[in-house]
């Protein structure tokens, strides 16, 4: 098994490449700061027979997106954990779409969707702090984290005994317009033997297909009070300009609690959980929920309504809290032809997807939103039972004496 890694920092400034850069025999060490973003990327080919296919596994809790330089080296992943594979038969309760099967949950269960040979390099993964892409292709793993690196952390890269190859790139942000990115600082390598060289001058020129959020107005997302059991999501874009070559997007992956009617909010494709009578807990087994895309119109307050399901009863005078995490962005047509890979991101399965190859991605930094859904009580459940009984049989009683005791007209022949 061949692996190769690479370390990627990334600072605001040019001074803060020499301040919070030490270099130690065959170490480096880097100082965080306010706005300091850490790549790391493994690559590993595998001499055993790999999948057939594509998986990808990425899990994010917004806590890179709140950097400015979050979408320089990275990009913005769906909430949550996802799984997306285009293996036959790989995923049990997805759901299926035109491009790949799909399994969300909110949390990281990184370990049994890849394989178990990884799991020193997956000791190394921070689902607490970091965002993480996991790719599969054939015999090919490639594993990806993003993190930040704040005031009083440190990192240190060397060469572990078990890599083949090793390097390091210490960046600043020299120059960024729109998709443009130029990133400039030092680059180095470590040898078979773990001896680290000197480091060289280098700049990097590359596009990005996500960028930042460029409007100063931030929409906003939140549920309308009171929240009932048709929950409303009211989106705000009202301080947003339209644009010919751009639209706004709410994509939402909803747990089998909550469900869309598609007759009624009418979303651009709708796949997973659609039943609109089944309660919660004759769904939990057969999938995890529903994804869904909506086009949301700029310069007005956007609203979708969701729906609540039965939930399991329980004793007591209980309920359900149920959340999810919607995600809005801005897609823009480019002219661009080469915005499908950059040195730190490819991309690949998810709501990407649905878009062409030339898109350009605006996501807006995502927010928890909470439904509470009544349980039924178990507790009054026999006696509700027996009433209910009482009542339909009283009631099947008087109609049938009513019906019996009803006087019959009778007939005269005239003579």
């Known amino acids: 098994m061949g692996v190769k890694s690479r370390f990627t920092v990334v600072f605001q400034e040019a001074e803060d490449v020499g301040e919070r850069l030490e270099i130690s025999d065959d170490e480096l060490t880097v100082k965080g700061g306010p706005d300091v973003v850490v790549q790391q990327r493994w690559i590993i080919d595998s001499a055993e027979q790999g999948i057939e296919g594509l998986r990808r596994v990425t899990w994010s809790n917004g806590a890179v997106e709140r950097s400015s330089l979050s979408r320089v080296i990275s990009a913005a992943l769906s909430p949550g954990f996802n ?20 399994y969300h949950s909110t949390i990281p269960k990184v370990r049994e969707y890849v394989p178990v040979e990884l799991g020193k390099i997956l000791s190394q993964l921070d689902a607490e702090k970091c965002d993480i892409d996991i790719r599969l292709m054939g015999n090919r793993t490639e594993i990806a984290q993003w993190c930040l690196l704040r005031d009083n952390e440190n990192i240190t890269f060397r060469k572990e005994a078990d890599i083949d190859a090793c390097e390091a790139g210490l960046f600043y942000l020299d120059t960024r317009d729109s998709i443009d990115v130029n990133l400039s600082g030092l680059r180095c390598k470590w040898g078979p033997d773990g001896v680290m060289n000197k480091c060289q001058k280098t700049t990097l020129f590359y596009k990005t297909a996500h960028i930042s959020p460029t409007t100063l107005e931030r929409p906003t997302i939140e549920l309308e009070t009171p929240v009932g059991l048709h929950p ?11 644009s010919q070559k751009c639209e706004y997007f709410l994509h939402l992956k909803l747990p089998t609690d909550l469900f869309v009617d598609r007759f009624q909010s ?3 494709f709708l796949y997973g959980a659609q039943d609109l009578e089944l309660p919660e807990y004759k769904l939990r087994g057969e999938t995890w929920g529903s994804e869904s895309l909506f086009e949301l119109d700029a310069e007005r307050l956007n609203e979708i309504t969701l729906h609540s399901r039965y939930v399991e009863p329980m004793a007591g005078n209980q309920s359900k809290t149920v959340r999810f995490t919607p995600l809005l962005f801005r897609a823009c047509d480019s002219d661009e032809k080469i915005l499908m890979e950059n040195p730190f991101y490819s991309r690949g399965l998810g709501y990407e997807s649905f878009f062409t190859p030339n898109t350009i991605f605006e996501a807006f930094p995502s927010s928890v939103l909470e439904v509470t859904i009544p349980r039924p009580d178990t507790v009054h459940y026999e006696t509700t039972k027996l009433v209910t009984l009482t009542c339909l049989l009283v009631s099947l009683v008087y109609i049938l004496l009513k019906i019996a005791m009803k006087p019959r007209s009778g007939r005269y022949t005239a003579k």
């Not at 997306?84 to 759901?95: K, V």
């Not at 999501?233 to 300009?241: A, Q």
């Open 266 to 268: 009418s979303p651009l």
């Open 232 to 242: 409303k999501i009211l989106i705000d874009l009202s301080s947003t300009p339209k």
């Open 83 to 102: 799984v997306y594979s285009t293996e036959a038969s790989f995923l049990s309760q997805s759901l299926e779409t035109p491009f790949y099967r799909s």
